[in-house]
C-alpha cells in the first residue's frame, strides 16, 4: 500500500498497476462465474439462444462496469452478494448494446473482443433478439432479488438509476445521437452530450449501484458519481485515442474503423495532442474526487490510471 | 345484461358484443391517453426516438393485452390506477416485439396497422433502438411505481410475471423457435409451444397482472390464468386463419404473407377447417374457466367472443 501525501495528484503514477490488475481479475473472475450462472447451457428447442447469449457474454472483455460496482461496494465495506446481481445485469446490458451497436445497420461491424460480432455468428435476427433478451435478462434478474423483501428501498433506487442510465435518457438516447451524427460535423459540446449519454450514464449507474448496495450516504454516492463521470469521459477518449492510434492486434478489431465511416471522436473533433490533453486532465478530475477516501480508494484511483494506460 | 342459465355454453352468442366493443373501446382510450403521456413528445437532440416510439405505440391496435389487464383489475373490484402502469407497460412489450419482428432480418414486413413499419420510416438503425427503448421504458415504469413503496409484494410479483412472460423463456424463446422453424414442417405440438411462449405467455401476465393489482385470491388467478391462456392460443388461431383467409384491407396487412414465407401456421399444420374447429373448442374452454364468476364475467366472455369473430 501506497502512503498517502497531501495530495492525490501526488498519488498519480504510484500506485502499483499490479494490483489494480490483480484485483480487477479477481472481481471479473466473480463476475464471470455469475454471468455463468444466470445464462446457463440449455437443451430446450430455443437453445441457440442461450448460445447466443452465451457467446457474447462470456466472451472476456474488462467488465470495467461490474467490476466498479463491485470494487464502490468494497470501497464502503457493503456485502458485495448485494451488489453481484446488479453488476451482472449491467453487464448484460453492457453486452446488449455491444450486439444491437455492431448490427449492418447500426456499426456493421464483423469484429469484437477478437472474435465475430453475435451476427456474423449466429445471424442478423438471432442476434437482435440475443440484444433484446440481455436486455429483458437483466431485468429479470433485478426483479428476482426484490423478492426476498431485503433492503427494498436501496435495491429500487439501484434498479431505477440503471434502467435510466440504460433508457432513452441514457444510453439509447445516445446511441440515436450517435447514428444521427454520421458523416456530419460534430462539435465538443454534441460529442460530450452524446457520450455521456451513450456510455457515461451506465458507469455511473455501476459506481453508484456499488456504493447504494453498501449503504453509502448521500455525500459519498455524490463524489462517486463525480469519479465514475469523469472516469467515463476519459474511458471514451481514450478509445477514441486507440481506435485512431492502437494496434489492431491488442485492439481486436480495426484501427482506423471510425475514421472510415466518418464518425466523429475526440480525435476527429479536437485533434490527437488536444485529445490526450483532455483525456489527462479527466483522469485527474476523476482521481480528485476521491480525496476524501484517502488511501482506501487505492483501487479506484489505480482503475483510472489502467484505464488511461490501456492498450485495447 | 344477459341472465346467467345453469352453464356458460348457454351463454356463448348471447353477450351483446356492442357492449364488449364499447368497453374495449373504454379501456383502449384510457390505454391510449396514458401512452401518449408516458412517451411526450421532445424537443431532445435524440428526439427522433420519441417520434419512432410513438409512432408504432400509438398507431392504434385492438390493446388486447392492457384491456385485458383493466378488465381483469375492475372483475375483481381492483383500484383501476394501480393497473395501469402495467397496462402501459406490456402494451409497450407487445409493441416492442412487433418492431423487432418486423425487421428485415426477421419476418420482413413492411405493413403493420395499415401503415409501413417501423423500420420503412425511421430506418432500420433506429427501429432497433425504437425497439430497445419501449422494453427499457416498460420496466422504467414498473420500476417507478416500486417508489412509491405502496402494495410493494404485488407489483414485484406482478413485475416477474411479466419479465418472466417477455424474455427468453416466453415471448423471446418462441421467436425464437418461430425464426429457426422457418421453412420446415412444424407439427402441432411445436407449433403450440412456440406460440405458448410468443404471444401466450404476455397475453397471460396481462391477464394476471390485473387479477394480482386487484388482490385476488390464488385460486381466481388460476381461473384468470387458465382463461387468458386459452383466449391467447384462440388468438393465435384465429390470426392464423385471417392471414390466410381474412380481407387484405380490414387486415391492414398482406395475406397470404406467412405461406409465402413457408411459415407454419395452424391453418398449414392442420387444414383451414380443423383449425377453425380448434378455435371453437379453445374459445369455449377460454370462456369456461370464468364459470364461477357469473355474469361479472360477461365482458371477459364478450371478449372471447369478439376475438372470435374479429376480421382483423
Given at each position: 500500500m501506497v502512503k498517502l501525501e497531501s495530495s492525490l495528484s501526488y498519488w498519480m503514477g504510484r500506485v502499483d498497476l499490479n494490483n489494480t490488475i490483480d484485483l480487477v481479475k479477481k472481481y471479473?473472475?466473480?463476475?464471470?462465474?455469475?454471468?455463468?450462472?444466470?445464462?446457463?447451457?440449455?437443451?430446450?428447442?430455443?437453445?441457440?439462444?442461450?448460445?447466443?447469449?452465451?457467446?457474447?457474454?462470456?466472451?472476456?472483455?474488462?467488465?470495467?462496469?461490474?467490476?466498479?460496482t463491485l470494487a464502490v461496494n468494497q470501497l464502503f465495506d457493503g456485502d458485495m452478494d448485494e451488489a453481484i446481481p446488479f453488476a451482472c445485469a449491467i453487464e448484460m446490458i453492457h453486452t446488449y448494446s455491444l450486439i444491437h451497436d455492431d448490427l449492418p445497420a447500426m456499426d456493421n461491424d464483423d469484429y469484437r473482443?477478437?472474435?465475430?460480432?453475435?451476427?456474423?455468428?449466429?445471424?442478423?435476427?438471432?442476434?437482435?433478439?440475443?440484444?433484446?433478451?440481455?436486455?429483458?435478462?437483466?431485468?429479470?434478474?433485478m426483479i428476482s432479488i426484490l423478492r426476498d423483501g431485503y433492503s427494498l428501498d436501496r435495491k429500487v433506487r439501484v434498479m431505477y438509476e440503471i434502467a435510466n442510465a440504460s433508457g432513452i435518457e441514457g444510453m439509447i438516447g445516445g446511441q440515436v445521437v450517435d447514428l444521427e451524427s454520421e458523416g456530419k460535423f460534430v462539435d465538443q459540446e454534441t460529442l460530450?452530450?452524446?457520450h455521456s449519454r451513450k456510455t457515461g450514464r451506465l458507469i455511473v449507474a455501476s459506481a453508484v449501484a456499488g456504493a447504494i448496495t453498501a449503504g453509502a450516504g448521500e455525500e459519498d454516492i455524490g463524489k462517486i458519481r463525480s469519479y465514475a463521470s469523469n472516469?467515463?469521459?476519459?474511458?471514451?477518449?481514450?478509445?477514441?485515442?486507440?481506435?485512431?492510434?492502437?494496434e489492431q492486434e491488442?485492439?481486436?478489431?480495426?484501427?482506423?474503423?471510425?475514421?472510415?465511416?466518418?464518425?466523429?471522436?475526440?480525435?476527429?473533433?479536437?485533434?490527437?495532442?488536444?485529445?490526450?490533453?483532455?483525456l489527462d486532465i479527466t483522469t485527474r478530475s476523476s482521481i480528485e474526487s476521491l480525496e476524501s477516501f484517502k488511501e482506501r480508494a487505492e483501487f479506484l484511483i489505480g482503475l483510472a490510471e489502467f484505464l488511461l494506460h490501456r492498450e485495447n
Open positions: 471479473g473472475e466473480v463476475i464471470n462465474q455469475y454471468l455463468n450462472e444466470y445464462v446457463p447451457e440449455a437443451a430446450v428447442p430455443e437453445k441457440k439462444i442461450y448460445e447466443a447469449m452465451r457467446y457474447s457474454l462470456l466472451a472476456g472483455g474488462k467488465r470495467i462496469r461490474p467490476v466498479l473482443r477478437r472474435r465475430l460480432t453475435n451476427h456474423k455468428v449466429f445471424g442478423e435476427g438471432i442476434a437482435v433478439l440475443t440484444g433484446d433478451a440481455l436486455l429483458n435478462k437483466a431485468f429479470e434478474i460530450r452530450y452524446m472516469l467515463g469521459l476519459a474511458f471514451q477518449i481514450k478509445d477514441d485515442i486507440l481506435s485512431e492510434i492502437g491488442k485492439l481486436g478489431k480495426r484501427v482506423g474503423n471510425d475514421r472510415e465511416k466518418n464518425k466523429s471522436t475526440y480525435v476527429t473533433t479536437l485533434g490527437l495532442d488536444e485529445a490526450k490533453r483532455l
